[in-house]
């Protein structure tokens, strides 16, 4: 059975500073990993998807990296901002493709 | 409107009350996933539409719940003799056509159930 782990649960670090949300899966035989951003009362937002295939993907201050092999996947984020505070999420399909399995989520704080 | 809209955004229900949770996707889009997401966890998976058809109702917790999306677009979850242990945010999400798990999935603002 799939399970998505991500750790730390939350993190807070001073405007400016590079960071990594990690995210682990049990089972290496992904279809593809999704990151997704939530913000309070407004839903989930897509940041980054990378096949299988696909080692990174970049979007921006954001890249995202796979290695399927240890089952992890991490989120970099590039001199963060303030407005990256958020729960940042991954995800990834379940054997029917169409379920995603999602982590419980790691909470940013960026602080001016 | 430009992206998936539900409504109401907020519901409180006395238990044993019955609800229903409206989700209208993005215009075209065939696919629509409910999800269940409890405090400070991540979403889990209800249901899944193609156009009108119902292909997947695995994540349905109870025979309480029940979805439809009849003429394939507006989608609304009932939840039948709410109890406590149902409150949580629901989550809509379309999908133009969601078939390998590559495709975008769109994702409304979720309405926040609390069950007294």
């Known amino acids: 059975k799939q399970e998505v782990t991500q750790i730390p649960a939350a993190l807070s670090v001073p405007e400016g500073e590079n960071l990594v949300l990690n995210c682990s899966f049990t089972?290496?035989?992904?279809?593809?990993l999704q990151w997704f951003r939530q913000d309070p009362g407004k839903g989930l937002t897509s940041l980054l998807l990378?096949?299988?295939s696909q080692r990174e993907q970049t979007s921006g201050r954001l890249n995202a990296s796979l290695d399927k092999s240890s089952g992890r996947s991490t989120l970099y984020i590039a001199a963060s901002q303030p407005g990256d505070s958020a729960t940042y999420l991954c995800a990834v399909p379940r054997d029917s493709n169409y379920q995603l399995i999602w982590g419980a989520g790691t909470k940013l704080i960026i602080k001016p | 409107g430009a992206g998936v809209s539900q409504s109401p955004r907020y519901k409180v229900a006395k238990r044993g009350q019955d609800v229903a949770l409206r989700c209208d996707p993005i215009s075209g889009h065939v696919s629509l996933f409910w999800y269940q997401q409890a405090l400070g966890q991540g979403p889990e998976f209800l249901t899944y539409?193609?156009?009108?058809?119902?292909?997947?109702k695995s994540g349905l917790p109870s025979d309480r719940f029940f979805a439809e999306r009849p003429e394939g677009s507006v989608s609304t979850l009932k939840i039948q003799r709410t109890q406590q242990e149902d409150s949580a945010v629901y989550l809509c999400?379309?999908?133009?056509?969601?078939?390998?798990?590559?495709?975008?999935?769109?994702f409304g603002p979720g309405t926040r159930l609390t069950v007294l």
């Open positions: 999400a379309s999908s133009l056509l969601f078939v390998r798990g590559d495709d975008e999935q769109f």
């Open positions: 089972d290496s035989a992904i279809y593809n």
């Open positions: 990378i096949q299988s």
């Open positions: 539409f193609q156009n009108e058809a119902q292909l997947d």
